[in-house]
Every structure is written in structure tokens, then in C-alpha cells.
């Protein structure tokens, strides 16, 4: 005891002591994805086995840990939910966003306005204005269209699928101007793009020459609660600022509620390496993509075929003349592969379609994920029999929703593995007994044991586990003597790997987001990289301006293994 410290401050010390050690222990089972054990809880948390066990039990006779007793692990309780429950039922978005309003007002220089839904419209709560709207009538209390606003949806993209379909077959699809979407179809293909891109944005659809960018703000449960604007005109906020806009918003989104929902894949990249590159890596496309992605060369077409999943549009790059093509899609694609038959196969959230690039006419081939509107599927490759591989994930990427689908030639498919977040990555090994696998949200590449002749897989093992510090991994393609390449997401790299996981080399790019790569050419000796523009800010694509494009290399010695088309 102190010297001048009286008993009863020093019992009250000890009490604080154990309530701390309670909330640190509450904070350890909170970190863990799965049930820990009683051993588990011990080695995390460094307590005394008796002082584990007291706290343990108090805290389970309050409801505020689960003990199982079948398979006598933990879990947070129950009771949590009630008091978070108590904590919304209380909750004033407007107070909560205030600060945030003003802050981001001040650091744009443009109007930030807090919306949420009421009935079949948008409403203004909140708004601070920029210098330049104060003329403008504030717009405060008005209630505005959801499918011609940011914010309306931002926050109807969000919902529950069944809620978002019956809220949208009831919307009056007034047009506004010419851009509005004024059916039911292009709204729902547009908020697709919107979940899957984590924000919205409205270019002169509800007035010419206006246009905004909305996040939505979310409840602990993952429901959303109202959107954060940023709003102007096309002079002052033209396309590409206002996605570069992206980064903040959904930081101060998250802010306001201290929800980390949609946070799966992370906003800001590690810093530009100053090493020198590697290699010589050339841009070949200025694309300025979102998304790019799904990187596929056709010796039948002597062409690449790539997609930019979040524009949508499917883009061929033919390295014979150096021109590049883009066909716009209506509704958003993850994969395009050339089919032996003619044209190519597009994974849509409508399903697997087939798709003739001259009449733009789509075809459904059959959707795996058809029970799961909330999904979307993402990458995708044929084996050397031309059977589809295709995987699935959620498009706000909430965890553990997403599948492996093998795909036949006659559109029958079967579902070969599942619970994975964000899946991409997939190749064989030269000799077709092994496939690899990324779940990028895990930090992990999975190798799986592989039979050709019959399409199975089995034995699924981490072979490559990536540390936090290294990015993560994306797309990959395999060369001709089994190495892996992979390309880094925020890291600013693609990294070749032998076939037992050993890095080998390590090629530096201009933009921090790489997400795919396949060789190409003639000799295939030539490495093609997609890359990603998607939520980075205004400050690291003005250090990157070529993210989003589509880049060459030719390294000295390694060549590529032939890409196959769908057997369709």
C-alpha cells in the first residue's frame, strides 16, 4: 500500500485490477474467429489458472461468455448482444455524425451530407455545407429518389436481399434526366456494383450536371443505417476524383458507428518500395480501371482478354499491333474466357453466361450460386480438360459466404469446396497433379491434390502462409517449371514462388495494387499484369496515376503454360 493511500482505495484498485483483467479477457475471446478452449484462454491471456477460472465463471453466470459443455470451449455471450442492443436503441446518427460532417466538409472543400432512408425516399438530417453551396438552399429535411441518389443506394445495396427487392419493385423509377436508371433491371444491376465496390455513385441522375459519392453507415449487425455524401458538381468533382473520394468516405463511414463491417480487404497500401524494379515493366493499356482482373491469353484469338469487374466491361489487348478494345457490359463480370465454340463466358451475378461479343447478346449457362443473391463470383480458370473452375463470394465480402464450383461443358456444376471470404487465385501444376488456391482474406494459398481425368481434389494443405507485412495475395498463374506467380495486393509487387513455397524473385510495380497476371504471346514469354484503382485516395493515385491499367514484362529464361478455353 502507498503512504497515503487508505484501505478502501486500495480495495477499490484491486477492484479495478480484476475488471480489467475481466475486459482484457473479453477483448482476447472477441479476437478469436472460432470457440477457445480453457488451455487456449490461458496461454493468450497469461493469467493464473485460479484467476482464469474465477473470472471465467463470473463472466459466464452473466451472460457475458458461452461455455459449452459438449465440447467444453468458449465463446462471447449472448448478453453482449442485449446491451449492444440497448446502446442502438439509443444511438443519434445525427450527434454521432456531426464532427465527421464538418471534418471531412473542411478537408475536401466540398458539402458532406448524413441521409438515411424513410419509407420509399432518402432524406437529408444533416449537412455541412462548403463555402461555394452556401447560396444553395439547404437541402436539409428534403426528401430525395433512392435510385437517382448516392446515398439511396448506398444504403438500399446494403440491405437484405429480399428487403432490397421489395422496396425496389414498389419505387416509383422516375427519370430525372437521361442517366437516370428507370428500371427495375439497371437498378438492381447497378447496386451489385455498388455492394461489391463498398460505395455508390450518382452522375447526373438526379439533376444534370450534379453528381455525389455516398458510403453506407452500418449497425453493429451489419444492417444499414444511413450513407454519408459527399456531393457537387461535375466541374468542380469529375469521375476520377470522385472515386478517388472513396478512401475517406467509407473511413469516416465506419467511424461514425465503430463498425468495421465491409472492412474485410484493407483501404490503404503499404508505401512504394524504392528499390528499383526487377524487370522492365511497361504499360501497355492506360485502362484506369476500378478493378481489373482475370488476365486470360487466347492463342486462337491472339489477344488478351481481361475484365474491369466494377466498371463493368470486358477489355482485349492484342499485342500484334498494340491496339486495346472495350465492350461495356449492363451488369457487372469477374471472369472472361474464350469458349471453343466461339465467343467467350462470362461469370455475371445472374449466373454463368455465354456472351457473343458482335450482337452483345447473353446466354445463361447455369448459376451455382443462385440461392445466394448476396453473392457474386470472382475468379475463375479452366483446367487442361476445359472444364470451369469458378469461385464465389459475397459482394461486401462478409466472411466465410463464399464456394469452389467445377463447372462441365453442358452447364452441369458441382460444388467442390467452401467457406472461404475472399477467394481468387487458381492453377495447376505443369504436370496436373496438384491445384492451387488463394484465399485472399486469409493470407493463404492452399494446395490441393488433383486428379485430371476425373476433376477431383482432395487433401487441401496451406502451402503458402503470407505475413501481414507482405500485402495480399490475388491472382496467379503458373510457368512452365511449376513456379507459382502471384500477384500482391497493396504491396506493390508479383512474387514468383517454387512449387514448395519458396520465394524466388520478386518483381517491383508501379501501382500498389496488382490483382492478376497470366503469360502471354506468342512464345507465351511475355507476363501480363492486371491492377486496381478501387478505394485507393486521392494521395496514392497521385503517386500511382497507371493504377487501374494493364502492364507487360518479358523476365529473362521463364515462360508460360497455355491458358485453356471453356469446352462449351
Avoid at 20 to 25: G, I, M, Y
Avoid at 160 to 172: F, G, K, T, V, W
Avoid at 318 to 342: C, F, N, Q, Y
Avoid at 462 to 489: N, Y
Wanted: charge should be negative; charged fraction near 25%; aromatic fraction near 6%.
Amino acid at each position: 500500500m502507498l503512504e497515503d493511500e487508505s484501505p478502501a482505495q486500495t480495495a477499490g484498485s484491486a477492484g479495478l485490477g480484476v475488471l480489467d483483467k475481466a475486459l482484457a479477457l473479453l477483448n482476447v475471446v472477441s479476437a478469436k474467429r472460432g470457440p477457445m478452449s480453457f488451455t487456449d484462454l490461458q496461454h493468450a491471456s497469461a493469467l493464473p489458472k485460479s484467476t482464469l477460472h474465477r473470472l471465467t465463471q463470473t463472466l459466464v453466470r452473466e451472460g457475458l461468455l458461452r461455455y459449452d459443455g459438449y465440447t467444453k470451449k468458449f465463446q462471447l455471450g449472448l448478453r453482449l448482444l442485449e446491451m449492444a442492443h440497448k446502446v442502438w436503441s439509443d444511438f443519434d446518427l445525427r450527434v454521432a455524425a456531426q464532427d465527421t460532417l464538418t471534418s471531412l466538409r473542411d478537408a475536401l472543400g466540398e458539402t458532406v451530407q448524413l441521409a438515411v432512408l424513410n419509407g420509399d425516399a432518402v432524406v437529408i438530417v444533416a449537412s455541412a455545407d462548403a463555402a461555394h453551396d452556401m447560396a444553395r438552399t439547404s437541402m436539409v429535411g428534403m426528401p430525395l429518389p433512392i435510385h437517382a441518389t448516392a446515398a439511396g443506394k448506398a444504403i438500399v445495396a446494403n440491405l437484405d436481399p429480399a428487403q432490397s427487392s421489395r422496396l425496389i419493385e414498389r419505387l416509383d423509377l422516375q427519370r430525372h434526366t437521361e442517366r437516370t436508371l428507370a428500371t427495375a433491371g439497371a437498378l438492381r444491376d447497378e447496386l451489385d456494383l455498388v455492394r461489391a465496390r463498398g460505395y455508390a455513385i450518382e452522375d447526373g441522375e438526379h439533376a444534370d450536371h450534379s453528381v455525389s459519392i455516398a458510403a453506407p453507415i452500418f449497425d453493429y449487425e451489419g444492417r444499414p443505417i444511413g450513407a454519408i455524401t459527399v456531393t457537387g458538381n461535375d466541374a468542380r468533382l469529375d469521375g476520377e476524383r470522385l472515386h478517388g473520394l472513396s478512401a475517406a468516405l467509407i473511413g469516416a463511414a465506419r467511424g461514425i458507428s465503430h463498425s468495421a463491417v465491409g472492412a474485410a480487404m484493407s483501404i490503404a497500401p503499404r508505401e512504394r518500395p524504392k528499390q528499383a524494379p526487377a524487370a522492365e515493366v511497361r504499360c501497355v493499356t492506360e485502362a484506369r480501371a476500378l478493378l481489373g482482373e482475370g488476365p486470360i491469353w487466347s492463342p486462337r484469338d491472339n489477344a488478351l482478354y481481361w475484365v474491369a469487374i466494377l466498371m463493368p466491361s470486358v477489355h482485349t489487348y492484342r499485342a500484334a499491333d498494340g491496339t486495346a478494345a472495350e465492350i461495356r457490359l449492363g451488369s457487372m463480370a469477374s471472369v472472361a474466357i474464350p469458349k471453343s465454340s466461339g465467343g467467350l463466358l462470362l461469370a455475371t451475378p445472374g449466373g454463368l453466361m455465354s456472351f457473343d461479343p458482335a450482337t452483345r447478346r447473353m446466354t445463361q449457362l447455369c448459376h451455382p450460386e443462385a440461392d445466394r443473391p448476396a453473392n457474386r463470383f470472382n475468379d475463375g480458370k479452366c483446367d487442361r480438360r476445359g472444364r470451369l473452375w469458378v469461385a464465389s463470394m459475397d459482394m461486401a465480402t462478409a466472411l466465410n459466404r463464399g464456394s469452389l464450383f467445377r463447372v462441365e461443358a453442358d452447364g452441369s456444376w458441382r460444388k467442390m469446396d467452401t467457406g472461404f471470404t475472399v477467394p481468387n487465385g487458381l492453377g495447376w501444376s505443369p504436370d496436373d497433379t496438384r491445384m492451387y488456391f488463394i484465399d485472399t482474406f486469409r493470407r493463404v494459398l492452399y494446395e490441393y491434390d488433383f486428379d485430371l481425368m476425373s476433376g477431383s481434389m482432395s487433401n487441401r494443405r496451406v502451402l503458402i502462409e503470407f505475413a501481414p507485412s507482405e500485402g495480399r495475395a490475388d491472382g496467379l498463374t503458373v510457368d512452365d517449371e511449376g513456379c507459382i506467380w502471384i500477384a500482391m495486393w497493396d504491396a506493390w509487387h508479383v512474387v514468383r514462388y517454387a512449387p514448395d513455397g519458396r520465394e524466388i524473385q520478386r518483381i517491383r510495380m508501379p501501382v500498389p495494387r496488382p490483382t492478376s497476371c497470366c503469360f502471354g504471346g506468342p512464345n507465351l514469354d511475355t507476363l501480363y499484369v492486371t491492377s486496381a484503382s478501387v478505394r485507393l485516395s486521392e494521395q496514392a493515385l497521385a503517386e500511382a496515376p497507371l493504377s487501374g491499367s494493364l502492364f507487360a514484362m518479358e523476365i529473362p529464361g521463364v515462360r508460360g503454360l497455355p491458358e485453356v478455353t471453356f469446352a462449351g
